[in-house]
């Protein structure tokens, strides 16, 4: 069975920084790509970042680049999302997807408000 669980999530100020995890189960971590994406209220999922399944080629979304870093820790099946310089408009939940099994986690809420 395919477990995803994030955490990480919770309120932070402009400017701010937070990590996210998502650590995996059930399926060839280390095979699979995995990727990030957010869904803000009343609109619809994006992607925000995407990694190879040995970590080396990471891609993102314009509106993160620079800020946001995506990782990957195959002897822990363990992927992050470390987030920099945090905007209001990050406010989402994210959810950890392995794209290849369209799978998704719950989630975990992001809220930038001061």
């Known amino acids: 069975q395919v477990q995803l669980v994030e955490s990480g999530g919770g309120l932070v100020q402009p400017g701010g920084s937070l990590r996210l995890s998502c650590v995996a189960s059930?399926?060839?971590?280390?095979?699979?790509?995995m990727s990030w994406y957010r869904q803000a209220p009343g609109k619809q999922r994006v992607l925000v970042a995407g990694?190879?399944?040995?970590?080396?080629?990471?891609n993102y979304a314009d509106s993160v680049k620079g800020r946001f870093t995506i990782s990957r820790d195959n002897t822990r099946n363990t992927v992050y999302l470390q987030m920099n310089t945090l905007k209001p408009e990050d406010t989402a939940v994210y959810h950890c997807?392995?794209?290849?099994?369209?799978?998704w986690g719950q989630g975990t809420q992001v809220t930038v408000s001061s």
């Open positions: 059930g399926f060839f971590f280390s095979g699979s790509a």
């Open positions: 990694i190879s399944r040995d970590g080396r080629v990471q």
């Open positions: 997807v392995v794209p290849q099994l369209a799978t």
